[in-house]
């Protein structure tokens, strides 16, 4: 039994393959067009999904599409005739592909994919709770989602037993955890639905100043979660943007210009609704605590990619356990649409063992064999050096330990935003100008934002406030005390909190002592476990930084050729390439502005 769920249309376009129950595949389709957050039909996922079962469209039983469009439609001209005549531009803006395209969707979805058989469309928020609680390790648990807008919900929780799933109670639009973030977002200059994570780090070089007037003016929470948000201040119901000028005024002046300098106010800004947050997360998570009874719970919904949210939850220990869907957002919602289709409307058994998920450790992407990525070097004439199995982890290591950094390529690509140590560049997580070094010269990005260690499982214990594994770098945690070197209340203010050195491992540690923890296990990565392994066994540190592998602006990398391109554009120095080392200072200089495709063969 073949399903194919997809996403579409929004952003972070994706499409997803189950066999039997089991993942087969899973993919955003921003990763084959290099266009980020891609929102366009994912054909190129697809694509991928049935090759990588080798498959046809004629194999698939099921398509299943993760939201409804026709409850989405309903939503839109129900809000628009509320607010109007304001909204007018807006609705002439959105109305068009509505009627040509959306509103048409299994015709559609018939046409693109030339398929004849069974669609089925489960709504968005069944579709977050489905990819939640249907992956994870427990029987029985608790479900919460949290995002900025499905259909009509915002926020839901519910109860999973088994192979079925019910959804209690939510939250309505435009009633938003996520839209009140992103107006944050909006409003303190980076890009809504992209750099809501920006927010997140930039909160700690603030204080929360204007908590108290978010929750007397913007959003009236009650004491279980619930709560309703003052749409004076906000205009993302009718217009093209999330705030207005009330806002403007209750928060001293207008939104900060894209680019422009961050100033002390974005800081606390940032700082106050991140508090506010987590707060609205942690009284949700008592509330379904007390109503479900349920001592475990799953969470999805572009919220729980907040991972300071998250590891205040897990230190409040309202549940005993939590699991959290690597691909959170949209782009999970076509996993949780096709394994719905599985175990719910197909009535499957689920079997779990209440430790391991079934997400292999979302390393579910396109890999290439030695062969694939010999023939790719040998066609371009690029130089390297092939290294064994035992040598390769030893030589990352020794060049780890003399701060060099590396782009490190090795499997089948991941699913969702975080890169894992697949698609990942990697450092000396001791150094303590590397955080610098790896935002101004290799990512091109803001010098504020910290990076996350990757640890060895066995060892996090060690090193972080953290009993609990955390594998798709979801959970955040302070630095232990003895790892610390200066106090909280240093005097530095702003970004000059930067210039002090706070750990013995400063570059993962952020400017109040947190860091977001990918825990590493040799069954699910077992190179880039080793290559930590050797670090430790050498030189006595058990965690490497690990960020993505990609610059500002563009998604991560999925092949060779991505690697490459991205490896011959930074100041990377080193890239290892599955078995193949390549030294940037041995390869062929090229002109930055060059045209890629012509000056080298990278398809």
Not at 427 to 448: C, H, V, Y
Request: aromatic letters at 12%; hydrophobic letters at 40%; a neutral charge.
């Amino acid at each position: 039994m073949n399903i194919l769920g997809i996403s579409a249309f929004y952003h972070d376009s994706a499409a997803s393959l189950v066999q039997d129950g089991e993942i087969i595949a899973a993919v955003q389709e921003e990763r084959f067009t290099r266009k980020k957050h891609d929102h366009n039909f994912p054909v190129n996922s697809v694509n991928y999904c049935l090759k990588a079962a080798g498959l046809t469209m004629n194999d698939i039983n099921y398509v299943a599409f993760y939201e409804k469009p026709f409850l989405k439609f309903e939503r839109i001209l129900e809000t628009y005739m509320q607010f109007a005549p304001l909204g007018i531009r807006s609705f002439i803006k959105s109305m068009p592909l509505w009627i040509k395209q959306k509103l048409w969707m299994k015709e559609y979805i018939k046409k693109e994919l030339n398929y004849s058989r069974v669609i089925v469309f489960t709504e968005h928020h069944e579709s977050h709770a489905a990819s939640a609680f249907f992956p994870s390790p427990f029987r029985e648990a608790a479900i919460l989602t949290m995002d900025g807008v499905g259909e009509w919900t915002t926020t839901s929780f519910g109860l999973g037993k088994d192979n079925v799933m019910n959804l209690i109670a939510e939250l309505k639009f435009p009633h938003s955890l996520g839209l009140l973030y992103s107006a944050f977002t909006y409003f303190t200059g980076f890009k809504v639905n992209s750099a809501e994570y920006k927010v997140m780090g930039l909160a700690p070089y603030g204080e929360p100043k204007y908590k108290d007037v978010i929750l007397s003016e913007l959003i009236d929470l009650k004491d279980d979660g619930s709560f309703r948000m003052n749409m004076k201040y906000f205009n993302y119901c009718t217009g093209l943007k999330m705030t207005n000028s009330r806002f403007e005024r209750l928060f001293g002046g207008p939104p900060r210009q894209p680019e422009a300098k961050i100033t002390q106010r974005e800081m606390d800004l940032a700082r106050s609704i991140q508090e506010v947050t987590e707060e609205v997360v942690v009284r949700i998570a008592k509330h379904v605590r007390k109503d479900t009874g349920q001592n475990k719970l799953c969470l999805a919904g572009g919220v729980a990619l907040n991972c300071v949210a998250n590891g205040k939850l897990f230190k409040e220990k309202i549940f005993d356990d939590i699991w959290i869907q690597p691909a959170a957002g949209d782009a999970g919602g076509s996993l949780g649409a096709a394994l719905f289709v599985w175990y719910q409307y197909l009535d499957n058994k689920r079997i779990t063992d209440e430790t391991s998920d079934s997400m292999y450790g979302a390393l579910l992407g396109p890999d290439f064999s030695k062969g694939e990525i010999l023939q790719f070097l040998n066609k371009n004439q690029i130089p390297f050096i092939e290294l064994t199995d035992t040598e390769l982890p030893k030589k990352v290591a020794d060049l780890i330990a003399q701060e060099k950094v590396i782009g490190f390529f090795q499997g089948r690509m991941e699913f969702g935003p975080r890169a894992l140590g697949a698609r990942s560049i990697i450092g000396d997580a001791r150094s303590p100008i590397m955080q610098e070094t790896m935002n101004l010269k290799i990512k091109f990005r803001e010098s504020f934002r910290p990076f996350a260690p990757s640890v060895l499982k066995e060892k996090a214990s060690d090193y972080f406030e953290l009993d609990k594994e955390s594998p798709y770098m979801l959970l955040v945690a302070d630095v232990k005390k003895e790892h610390r070197k200066h106090q909280v209340n240093n005097e530095a203010a702003g970004f000059d909190k930067l210039k002090v050195v706070r750990s013995s491992i400063p570059a993962v540690t952020h400017v109040d002592y947190s860091a977001r923890i990918q825990t590493v296990e040799k069954d699910t990565n077992p190179v880039f476990y080793e290559v930590i392994s050797q670090l430790e066994k050498n030189y006595g540190c058990a965690v490497v930084i690990n960020t993505s592998y990609n610059v500002r602006g563009e998604p991560i990398i999925c092949t060779p050729a991505d690697a490459y391109r991205c490896f011959m554009r930074t100041n990377i120095d080193y890239l290892v390439l599955g078995d193949f080392l390549l030294d940037k200072g041995c390869q062929k200089p090229i002109e930055r502005d060059a045209d890629w495709k012509k000056e080298f063969d990278l398809d």
